[in-house]
Nanobody, 123 residues
């Protein structure tokens, strides 16, 4: 079955960097759409970035210019490079995949999710 396993989270100071990884298995990689979402305590899950099978990317305005989504098809792995981190980036980060023909940052589009990795940014 489809399995997504995130790693790379941790605690950093503001201005620091982290790289999240999402190892995918159980299906033919890459799927049509893979995305990163995050959910801060007490808030709704929000889209951070997505990448299509063809390499098209899109970012939430709040992370544009600071985060970069990429994937290594040979390793079946999705990445999120996060630079210039801010305290407001603190959240649980999830990767998700969808095999349909729609790619966006709407959680309902994605049937498959990882368990999440925590990112904490201190000021």
């Amino acid at each position: 079955q489809v399995q997504l396993v995130e790693s790379g989270g941790g605690s950093v100071q503001a201005g620091g960097s982290l790289r999240l990884s999402c190892a995918a298995s159980g299906y033919t990689y890459p799927s049509f759409c893979m995305a990163w979402f995050r959910q801060a305590s007490g808030k709704e899950r929000e889209g951070v970035a997505y990448i299509t099978r063809y390499g098209t990317t899109r970012y939430a305005d709040s992370v544009k210019g600071r985060f970069t989504i990429s994937q290594d098809n040979a390793k079946n792995t999705l990445y999120l490079q996060m630079n210039s981190l801010k305290p407001e980036d603190t959240a649980m980060y999830y990767c998700a995949t969808a095999s349909g023909t729609i790619c966006n940052m709407v959680p309902q589009t994605f049937p498959y999710w990882g368990q999440g990795t925590q990112v904490t940014v201190s000021s």
